[in-house]
Structures are given as structure tokens and as C-alpha cells.
């Protein structure tokens, strides 16, 4: 069944300026088209930036390994996602990994070696004895499971505790802060330029109006910086006031 469109930007947050544009299937995982549109940018543009911002469902460990794949040096910096946790039970994070012994240990001290694949998780399933579990004096905090506590190891487990500490530093942060910076030009993209009921059909006659409407977004920009002249603005969706040089498509 037909899903929709949504549409992925990639937006310089040193200019301001839309780098790349593209509607893609609604129901296609955000970050399945990272690395090619990373790709499109250094093509195009002739640059290769040293790091991409994103959100948490860019970073999973596949889209990272694509990006490196790129051996272009870039580094994706997004929040790192973290499993569900059953209401009120310990976390996740209470749990200690050895990566050399493959070994699991819980806050009570208890290790478990015991584990099956998950292919389309993309890591190990470890579990804990529910007989062991059963008589752990933390039980009725980590979990009401009569099987034992299971804790989801990730294949990627190295790469995202090595994204967690780089997001925790002070450099990590700024550019976590700066991820935000797009928002507003999709909320223009999507409101201002009706992206979010296009008045097309098919993929790509909504490639070209997609293209058409980052440019426009990236003239105003132009506009804009190349200075402020007072004048009355004819296109505006507000209240009539004096306003600084704007560019309409």
C-alpha cells in the first residue's frame, strides 16, 4: 500500500544553506539513505564535512558502518539508541558488558555467558537463570519474568559506547545543539512552501518540486545575507510591517 512521502534535508550549519534535498517512501527507515545522500553532498559540492548531526534514528550502528564505508572521515554524531525498559525495572545501563569474555554481569554480581542470535536485531539476546533470578534479592526490581532478566547485546556494542562517550563531551554537545538548526528550515519547507501537501503526483515529479523549493529556501538565504533594505514586503503571511529583504517563490 502507498505510504506517503517524506523528505530527507541536509542542511550546512555553518551557512545555513540546503546541501541536498530528497523525498523518500514514508515507511523507509530515516537513516537508509544517510551514507548516499553524504555521498551526493561531497559529489556535488566538493566539500566533505568532518561530522553529520542527527537525530537517534540515524545513528544506529548499520548507518554508521555505512558512512564509514565512504572513507570519507566523516562521523555521525546522534544520540545513541537505548533498549526499552520494563516500567520501574533496572536498566539497561545497570548491566556490564565484557567484550573479550562475552560476558554479561548484573548489579547483583550474577554472570551469564548464555545467549542466541537475533539476525534482524543485529546482536546477541543474553539471559539471565530465571532459577538464579528467582532468588536474587533484586529481583522485584529487575524483572517479573519467571524465565530470568534478558539484556540485548548489539553487534555495533563498541561502536555506540565510543559515539556515547564522544556525545558526553563538550564538543559532542555543540554539535548534538546544532542539529536543531534544520528544524526551522523544515518547518519552511514543509508550511511555507506546502511540502506537506505538494500538489503533485509520482516520486519524480515531487524530486523536481522538492528541488525547486530548497532553492527557493536557499535564495532568501542569499537574499538575506547579502543584506537588510527596509522596504514593504508584498508576500507576507503576517501582520503588514516593514521587513528586511526577502525573496518569495
Known amino acids: 500500500p502507498f505510504t506517503g512521502d517524506k523528505i530527507q534535508v541536509v542542511e550546512s550549519s555553518a551557512s545555513g544553506f540546503i546541501l541536498d534535498a530528497e523525498p523518500v517512501p514514508g515507511n523507509e527507515a530515516d537513516g537508509d539513505r544517510l551514507a548516499h545522500l553524504l555521498q551526493s553532498v561531497v559529489t556535488h559540492h566538493h566539500i566533505v564535512p568532518e561530522y553529520v548531526g542527527a537525530d537517534t534514528l540515524y545513528g544506529f550502528g548499520r548507518y554508521r558502518a555505512e558512512v564509514d564505508a565512504l572513507n570519507l572521515g566523516i562521523q555521525v554524531v546522534a544520540p ?115 511540502l506537506r501537501h505538494p500538489q503533485t503526483r509520482g516520486r519524480d515529479n515531487l524530486r523536481i518540486t522538492v528541488k525547486l523549493k530548497a532553492m527557493s529556501v536557499n535564495i532568501k538565504l542569499i537574499v538575506k545575507k547579502l543584506g537588510k533594505v527596509a522596504y514593504k514586503d508584498p508576500f507576507v503571511r503576517q501582520k503588514p510591517r516593514l521587513r528586511g529583504a526577502a525573496a518569495c517563490a
Open 80 to 194: 545513541v539508541f537505548k533498549p526499552a525498559n520494563q516500567k520501574g525495572m533496572l536498566s539497561h545501563d545497570q548491566f556490564t558488558y565484557d567484550v573479550q569474555k562475552q560476558e554479561v554481569t548484573c548489579p547483583a554480581q550474577q554472570t551469564t555467558t548464555k545467549f542466541y542470535v537475533r539476525k534482524n536485531w543485529e546482536g546477541l539476546q543474553y539471559n539471565f537463570k530465571g532459577s538464579i533470578c528467582a532468588k536474587c534479592p533484586l529481583k522485584e526490581t529487575c524483572t517479573p519474568s519467571k524465565m530470568g532478566r534478558s539484556i540485548f547485546i548489539s553487534d555495533y556494542y563498541e561502536v555506540y559506547e565510543e559515539a556515547q562517550r564522544f556525545n558526553e563531551s563538550q564538543q559532542g554537545q555543540e554539535i548534538l545543539r546544532k542539529r536543531g538548526q534544520i528544524e526551522p528550515t523544515n518547518n519552511e519547507l514543509a508550511n511555507h512552501h506546502a
